[in-house]
T-cell receptor, first 114, second 117 residues
């Protein structure tokens, strides 16, 4: 158990809909990262937050957005969903004890868009 | 931009045989390098990491990797494969110089390891 939790574990929805994925980092970690894993694109970095502020952006679509709240949990919002958004979405966290070069991954949320 | 290349999307070994999973990186300066393992329907678990200390890095479950700057490689090895090692393995790279709050990981395409009796 990495200490990173993600909910829900599975999500099935229809095209055009909007969903929210939630992530709680390990205790003491200030950084949260979101990654997308798909058969087509592999593991891709989406976005990073550090202590509530956006720190880095990767291949994140404009239809996607994220935020990190004062209690450090993070949410990834996916809107106007398309079939191609079906993927496994991982959250990772780092930073406790100053160890920012090691990321701990949650179990992921599997999104299926029908 | 940094990148990693994993040679061989599928590797099959016999139980008890040597495991060798290849990873080559591309970076203008030596980066941090990682190997992660992903078991079916699970998240990613860190096996080991290179952060510029020792070039031979020992990880969990008997795995180790050697950083070779001249070859820009960070291959993962295990002397004797076990059935429980069957999983997908990812090599990843991040910048050496830490920005505030850490850096993103750039992953390779993964290698599926099959262990046969």
């Amino acid at each position: 158990d990495s200490g990173v939790t993600q909910t829900p574990k599975h999500l099935i929805t229809a095209t055009g809909q909007r969903v929210t994925l939630r992530c709680s980092p390990r205790s003491g970690d200030l950084s949260v990262y979101w990654y997308q894993q798909s058969l087509d694109q592999g593991l891709q970095f989406l976005i990073q937050y550090y202590n509530g502020e956006e720190r880095a952006k990767g291949n994140i679509l404009e239809r996607f957005s994220a935020q990190q709240f004062p209690d450090l949990h993070s949410e990834l919002n996916l809107s106007s969903l398309e079939l191609g958004d079906s993927a496994l979405y991982f959250c990772a966290s780092s930073g406790a004890g100053g160890l920012y070069n090691e990321q701990f991954f949650g179990p992921g949320t599997r999104l299926t868009v029908l | 931009a940094q990148s990693v290349t994993q040679l061989g999307s599928h590797v099959s070994v016999s139980e008890g045989a040597l495991v060798l999973l290849r990873c080559n990186y591309s970076s203008s300066v030596p980066p941090y390098l990682f190997w992660y393992v992903q078991y079916p329907n699970q998240g990613l678990q860190l096996l080991l990491k290179y952060t510029s200390a020792a070039t031979l890095v020992k990880g969990i479950n008997g795995f180790e990797a050697e950083f070779k700057k001249s070859e820009t490689s960070f291959h993962l090895t295990k002397p004797s494969a076990h059935m429980s090692d069957a999983a997908e393995y990812f090599c990843a790279v991040s910048p050496f110089i830490l920005t505030g709050g850490g850096n993103k990981l750039t992953f390779g395409t993964g290698t599926q390891l099959k262990v046969e009796l």
